[in-house]
């Protein structure tokens, strides 16, 4: 699939690439996946109240994990470890840049299994430094 026909849903940052050692570019999702996704998560994704788009759109500007996908995939997580279900999407390099290939929410217990690549580091501002005893 061509990117010209897909839609750009966003970036893999050189700083987390980096920290990964996978390749720092743009997110596509093509119009084949985009239809994988509403055809065959359309329960989980109308639970939610979400589009295909927007499940992933969400996905990337809000993970915390990257976890190994499978052979050389990788998953952007938005993990809650105190919630049985994750939001997650499997992405493949393809050329230039990474492609979606799906998105759904998943089991804790899946997530759990693949081996922790990055974790997004906690921070406090200084309001919440005030905040602290």
Excluded at 24 to 41: T, V, W
Excluded at 97 to 118: F, G, M, S, Y
Excluded at 124 to 129: G, K, L, M, P, V
């Amino acid at each position: 699939m061509s990117k010209t026909e897909s839609i750009k849903v966003g970036r893999l940052k050189l700083t987390i690439a980096r920290k990964i050692k996978r390749k720092c570019a743009d997110i596509y999702l093509s119009p084949n996946y985009r239809r994988h996704i509403e055809r065959r998560h359309k329960k989980e994704l109308n639970s939610l109240g979400l589009s295909a788009i927007d499940f992933v759109t969400i996905v990337i500007n809000g993970f915390n994990q990257i976890r190994e996908g499978t052979n050389d995939s990788i998953l952007l997580v938005i993990f809650n470890g105190d919630l049985n279900y994750t939001a997650g999407i499997d992405l493949c390099l393809s050329g230039d840049h990474w492609e979606v290939k799906t998105a759904e929410p998943r089991k804790r217990e899946d997530i759990e299994k693949r081996k922790l690549l990055w974790e997004k580091q906690h921070t406090f501002s200084a309001n919440h430094r005030r905040s602290l005893p």
